[in-house]
């Protein structure tokens, strides 16, 4: 298996040729429907309790209550699956790469622990970037930061925009990107970016400025 130990450049095969990775992403995007499909169940099975079996109107407001959570839980699987188009693209343009130390937990107040990646500026290799994990609560780097990761982080992507980060096999697959990317209420990157970087950026559907 060839994979790129060299911060500089984007060598290597792209990371939907490397043997497991279209598997683990499958197995992300499963896990991920079925967890949705679960909790929509459970959703419909709730409301059925609430509206037929009770008639008494304050009980139903607070038995109720629990659809509001329920229905939150389906949406978090439905926003973190809406990512799966985005990490298919990353895997298809750019190599998996290796990186020690690349996940820290970082104290903070009131959420605890969170997970902050800190991986190379493909252009300026001595530069970090750091970019975010989506999900809110739901944030699966977070719990793994929190126990402790000591083996190299396994990334496909450049870190100034999206990547695809995971465990080594690669396993625990997830998504991070940087607001300015895909955010259409920030200004686009422009500087330090190189001609192959912003033409991989751009294959990605990121907003790279001219």
Not at 10 to 16: E, Q
Not at 44 to 52: F, K, T
Not at 75 to 84: E, M, V
Not at 135 to 154: P, Q
Request: glycine share 8%; net charge positive.
């Amino acid at each position: 298996m060839n994979l790129s130990k060299n911060p500089e450049g984007f060598d290597g095969p792209v990371a939907w040729e490397t043997p497991g990775t279209r598997a683990a992403l499958c197995r992300w995007a499963a896990r991920l429907l079925a967890k949705m499909l679960g909790w929509i169940m459970v959703w419909l099975a709730w409301l059925y309790g609430v509206l037929i079996q009770l008639s008494w109107g304050a009980v139903a407001v607070l038995a109720g209550l629990p659809l509001v959570v329920i229905a939150y839980l389906v949406c978090a699987q439905l926003f973190a699956l809406s990512k799966l188009w985005r990490m298919y693209r990353i895997l298809k343009v750019y190599p998996w790469r290796q990186q020690r130390d690349g996940v820290r937990a970082k104290r903070q107040w009131p959420r605890g622990a969170r997970a902050v990646f800190v991986l190379p500026n493909p252009d300026r290799p001595e530069k970090t970037e750091s970019p975010e994990e989506q999900g809110g609560f739901f944030r699966i780097w977070d719990r793994v930061a929190r126990k402790g990761f000591h083996d190299e982080l396994w990334y496909a992507g450049d870190p100034r925009f999206a990547c695809v980060v995971a465990k080594p096999g690669p396993k625990t697959l997830s998504y991070a990107d940087q607001r300015t990317a895909y955010s259409l209420d920030t200004s686009p990157r422009r500087k330090g970016i190189s001609p192959e970087a912003r033409r991989r950026a751009r294959a990605i559907g990121a907003r790279v400025a001219d």
